[in-house]
């Protein structure tokens, strides 16, 4: 099997991060799998931004939080999008053969009840793989597991993690994602993120699971070029 390549934040190289339009350039031109953070607005709404506030990819500034969504909609990313609901990625990739890959933005601010609210709302709609969760927070990925152990968990770390395979089946993941790779657990580590052709390289070579990257059309140029 090849190693998959999802598109970190869409597709960034060439529109807005976590924007509609790079998603949806992304799913229409054949990508494995997308990559995604989610956090909760004020009145409970999930929403696709990588950061806490909104400073670096608006025009607006303050904290997710500590907006309604209606409040929310009032600013804008660079291509003037509003910040996407989650509701509305899911419209794009229902039915459609592409991995998710939802982070839980708790590790910083624990949203109260994220995990329950982002379950519910992904179990509305058809998707043809299982949801791939990750999150840096394990107490959000448990949280996770206990609604809906049908899905895949993750744990995110850019720290090497001593005994992976151990860590792994003690904390029931499926994988790991890493910032650097590791030896010996090929085929349950995926990387992030991965944009410099020399190092997919050495990881395609590698048999690595999955990567991350700013640009999927680039990497998957290289990727068919070393495991074809």
Known sequence: MKSLVFGHRGFPDKYPEN?????????????????????LTKDNIPVIIHDEKI??????RGFVK????NELRQFSLDNYEPIPKLSELLDLVEYKDIYINLEFKTNKIHYRGIEAIVI???SEYHLCHPVIYSSFNLDSIKVA???????KFCFLSVRK?????????????DSLHLK??????????????????????????????GVFTNNFERTNKIRN???N
Not at 184 to 209: A, C, D, Q, S, Y
């Open 145 to 151: 597991q206990n609604l809906d152990s049908k899905q």
């Open 161 to 173: 993690v001593k005994h992976p395979e151990k860590f792994m089946n003690d904390n029931h993941l």
């Open 180 to 209: 650097f790779f590791q030896d010996g657990i090929e085929n349950r580590e995926k990387i992030f993120t991965v944009n410099h052709p020399l190092r997919l390289r050495f990881l395609f070579r590698k048999n690595i699971f």
């Open 120 to 122: 519910k709302m992904m």
């Open 55 to 60: 400073n670096r990819t608006t025009d607006g």
């Open 66 to 69: 500590d907006y309604t969504i």
């Open 19 to 39: 924007s509609l339009q790079g998603f949806r350039y992304a799913i229409n031109h054949h990508i494995d799998g997308i990559e995604f953070d989610v956090h």
């Open 225 to 227: 070029e070393i495991q």
